[in-house]
Structure formats: C-alpha cells, structure tokens
C-alpha cells in the first residue's frame, strides 16, 4: 500500500469480507477481522491490539507510527460503508459523506468501488497514480494493473 487513502480502502475491504459474503451481518461479530479486534479491545477499554498498526488520531499532531486517523473514524467509515452494500440498493450512499472520505479526498461512489472491488482492480501495488508511478519505476515495472482506476479512484480532489 503507497497511500493513505490504498491502505485504509484495503482494510475496510477485508473488514467487510463477511458482511459481503453474508456470513456475518455486522462488523463486530466478524471472525478473524481486525475491526472486530479493534472494537472488543475499545470496550473493554483495553489498547489497540498490538499485532495490527495502530490508527493514531490527527495526521497534524507529533503521533508514533500508525494510521493517522482516529479509530472511532474508521469505525464509523466500515459501518458507513457496510450500510451501502445492500442487495436492494446497490451503491445507494446519502448525500452526507463520512468526514473521512472528505479527508481523503475521496467521493462516495468512489469509496464504495474501492471497498467492494478492491482486488478486482488492484494487484502488486495501490496508491494514487504519482505513487503508483514512482513504485513502477522504483521496481521497474514496465507497467502496472491499477493504474486506470489509480487514477479514476485514488488521486485527490
């Protein structure tokens, strides 16, 4: 993952395995996911689980390393997104975005791709298009799949 926006997309994505393939009906009582992790060490007020990367709050502020966002945020982001894949009204968002989305510079449509088609459209690396090219050139590839919807769905607004 280059990216902000590829990693948090990626881990929302295997979040919502089980919820897409209707094994599980909520994120919190997804087996073998990391939010369900997250959430059972939240409410018992317990640390964030040391074998995942740590989401750290505000990218401004002197942080350790981790996801600068707030686990609350990417709670609320998963259930968001959870609430868009419904058989009935596929990709169906409000007109309210997640302020997530907007700090990723990210639309609904666009978020929604990501975390239902990930690995359709990606697959040695994922990132906005100038990380996507400075990895190619970087590994030397000569090209890379994911660079169309690089371009289309991470490359901020």
């Not at 088609?117 to 996507?132: D, I, L, P, S, T």
Request: net charge positive; glycine share 4%.
């Amino acid at each position: 993952m280059l990216d902000e926006s590829a990693v948090l997309a990626c881990i929302a994505y295997v979040d919502l395995n089980p919820i897409r393939a209707k094994m599980e009906k909520t994120p919190e009582t997804s087996k073998h996911t990391s939010i369900k992790k997250r959430i059972h060490a939240a409410k018992n007020k317990q640390p964030q689980p040391s074998v995942l990367i740590p989401f750290v709050r505000n990218p401004r502020e002197n942080m350790p390393k981790g996801i600068p966002y707030s686990l609350k945020d990417y709670c609320e982001l998963v259930d968001t997104t959870g609430r868009c894949i419904r058989d009935d009204k596929a990709g169906h968002i409000d007109n309210t975005q997640s302020p997530i989305l907007e700090r990723l510079g990210l639309d609904s449509a666009q978020w929604l791709t990501l975390t239902t088609e990930f690995e359709k459209h990606f697959c040695y690396a994922a990132g906005a298009e100038q990380m996507m090219n400075a990895f190619k050139r970087h590994t030397h590839h000569q090209r890379l799949r994911g660079m169309t919807k690089a371009k289309v769905l991470l490359n901020r607004a």
